[in-house]
Structure formats: C-alpha cells, structure tokens
C-alpha cells in the first residue's frame, strides 16, 4: 500500500473533522496533499493549504468532496469558511482521469461531470460504506439519548423507524444494552428480517397504534414520518434523535409546540468518532480508487494510527 499511494496527488476540497482524519491517513501513507477549505494544525507542513479550488485540483489524481456534499450552489460542505464552490470551471481544471469522489452527489453535479467528462464517484451510499459509517452514528445517537433521558435505555421502549443499514445498527446496539425494540418498515421481507432478530416488527401503517408506548424514538427514514398526529400521542418527556438527511423525517414545529424534545442529528460520525470516521472515508477511496487495494483487516475503533 505505501507504494501504491507513494507520490499520489490528493485533493480534498472541504470536509469536517472525517476528512481532517482522512488527510493524515492518505498522507501516513506518502500522498502528497493539496486542501481547500480544510486546515488543521495537526497537518504537517507539507501538505499544501489554498483557498483557490481551481489551483488546488489542477494537479490533483484524485480529488475528494466531503462525504455530505454540496448545497444546491455548489459550495461543498466545510467547517472552514468560506466554503469551496464545485462549479464547471473547478470540474474542467480537473486533469481528464481524475475521478471526483463525494459522498452524495446532487442531480446537478451529475449531469455536469457528464457535460465535462469527468468521473465521478458517489460512495455513501455504498454498502462496504455505509454500514461500517452505521457504527459512529448508532453509537452518537444512542449517547444523544442518554443524554436526554431521565430513565436509562435499559428497559426503556426504544422505537426505531427504518430498517436499513443505520437502523439496522441501531436495532442490535439497542437490544444489546436491554432495550425493549420497535423497528418501523413497510415491506413484508423487511418485517420477517425485524421479527426474525426478536424485535417488535411495527408496519408503519400501524405505526399510530403503538406509538403511545415509546419512550424515545430514533428515525432514520429521510421523509416525513413522525407528524403531528404521531406526535401527539407521544407520552411526555418521550426523546425523538432524528439521524435522517436535513430536512429530516421529524415535523419538529410540531414537536416543538407539543413539548416534544426532538434534535435533528445528521453527519453524527465526524461529530462523535471523527478518527473511526475518517477511517472508513479512507479505505472506502482507496478501495474504489485502487481496485487491488484490501486492506488486511477491515474494521472500526481505531483501525491502526498515523499521527
């Protein structure tokens, strides 16, 4: 791997603290590295710091975007401000085979990769990603809830909505810790696969006939599935973790006026286990940027160090 990555030029246009993670690993590894609205002191002196998203790809043999994208004017998604703005002028400096990688793209970035002929690359919603990314924000949200919760999760009845890769995740930790478990879905198979793992397996049809019961709620479903009816036959105090992409899947004006303490919780992997995060964001690129790359042990918690 050292080889491979030895001399290999790396762009990163934005970020948070995964892509800060990220950097170092790429560069433990001898990349050389060029960021644009992404800085950190714990980044040696040689990796190159500017402010010009055109200058820093022009060299670049690969470039990543931070793993929540873009907004809908092309400013990529960074703690540092201002923040990068991907445009067709940044997209053509980008030499021919550079591939772009990103979390989720925009229609519009999509169309305008094909305009420009340039390779672009969506990973988060990649399963060799996304269920190891389903680790960190399991385990925020959960801390999110103990923090809020007068009672402990032990025992309590934990409603999940959705049954994916992250609700998947947070289905098992909950049961794990002596959670009482309610997973929401719709599809019959997605209901046999929920009861099959001795959880209450909820339709979501039925959603309103149980909810009463629920003393904290994590939604992971990205459209509205807690309105205000639902709200309202919440028992008080009961805490709602929303892990939904913004808008969220939660009528929050509604819970508001109801007394209903619900927070909206995306990108909780950077916030709560930036390094594991990191980590994953790394060996997800390298193993699409360098197809004979595997790593030896694919795994969470630290993964190794580069610092």
């Known amino acids: 791997m050292t080889e491979k990555l030895a001399g290999l030029e790396i762009c990163l246009l934005g970020g948070d603290a995964r892509e800060v993670e990220a950097a170092l690993f790429f560069q433990a590894w001898g990349a050389r590295l060029t960021v ?55 997209l053509r400096s980008m030499p021919a085979n550079c591939p772009l990688f990103i979390g989720l793209a925009q229609p519009w970035l999509r169309s305008l990769a094909v305009k420009v002929g340039r390779k672009l690359v969506e990973f988060r919603e990649r399963d060799d990603f996304a269920i190891l990314n389903s680790v960190p924000s399991a385990e925020g949200a959960i801390a999110m809830a103990m923090e809020r919760m007068p009672i ?21 930790m909950l049961h794990g810790i002596g959670a009482h478990v309610w997973v929401a879905a719709r599809r019959p ?6 009861a099959a793992h001795c959880y209450h397996a ?53 819970a508001a006026q109801l007394g209903i303490p619900a927070v909206l919780a995306p990108g909780l992997p950077a916030r ?18 360098l197809p004979e790359y595997s790593p030896p042990v694919i795994t969470c918690g630290r993964g190794g160090t580069w610092d």
């Open 272 to 289: 709560v286990a930036p390094h594991t995060a990191g980590l994953i964001v790394a060996e997800t690129v390298l193993r699409l940027f």
């Open 36 to 90: 644009c609205g992404l800085n950190s002191e714990r980044f040696r002196e040689k990796v190159h710091v500017t402010d010009d998203p055109v200058a820093a790809v022009a060299q670049a043999q690969l470039v990543l975007a931070p793993v929540l994208g873009t907004d809908g004017e092309g400013r990529v998604y960074a703690l540092q401000k201002p923040a990068p703005v991907l445009n067709e002028t940044v």
């Open 202 to 254: 909820v339709p979501f049809n039925k959603l309103a006939d149980y909810i009463q019961l629920a003393e904290v709620i994590f939604n992971t479903v990205p459209a509205l599935v807690l309105d205000r009816s639902l709200l309202s036959r919440l028992p008080p105090g009961t805490v709602v973790i929303d892990l939904a992409s913004y808008p969220g899947g939660v009528d929050f004006p509604s």
């Open 152 to 172: 402990t999760i032990h025992g309590a009845q934990a409603f999940v909505l959705g049954f994916g890769r992250t609700g998947n995740t947070l289905a098992r």
């Open 189 to 194: 198979e997605v209901l046999a696969q929920i």
